[in-house]
Each structure stands twice: as C-alpha cells, then as structure tokens.
C-alpha cells in the first residue's frame, strides 16, 4: 500500500471509531434520561435532587426500579 492508501484507512478507522463513539453516547444518554424520569416518578423531584446534591441528604434509595 501507499501512504496515501495507509492514511485514508487511518483516517477512515478513526472516524468509524468516533461515529460508534457518539452513537454509544447518545444510547447511554437517552438511558439515563429514562432512568432519572423514572427515578423522579417513583420518588418525586425533592428526593431526586436531595440524593443528586448531597449522598448524606438522599433517602434509603432512589432506584429506578
């Protein structure tokens, strides 16, 4: 190969690599929103906001689940 063909396929593999990273990131984010939604219908915003502040302030649990 030359190195123009190495450097297209670097490039190519480091933006592969980056798209699969934002996809993975937008995933995991869309989660946790889903999981604080969740979390604030189950134990409401006060408790959410407590347990997000201060550990010592948090109730027992604010699972999701």
Known sequence: MTDIQDDFLSTARAAAALL???AVAAAVG???ALLIRLARRRH???ADLRAL???ERAPA???AF
Do not use: P, Q
């Open 53 to 55: 502040a201060r550990a």
């Open 30 to 32: 869309t989660v946790v």
């Open 61 to 63: 649990s604010i699972a």
């Open 20 to 22: 699969r990273e934002d």
């Open 44 to 46: 409401g915003t006060a």
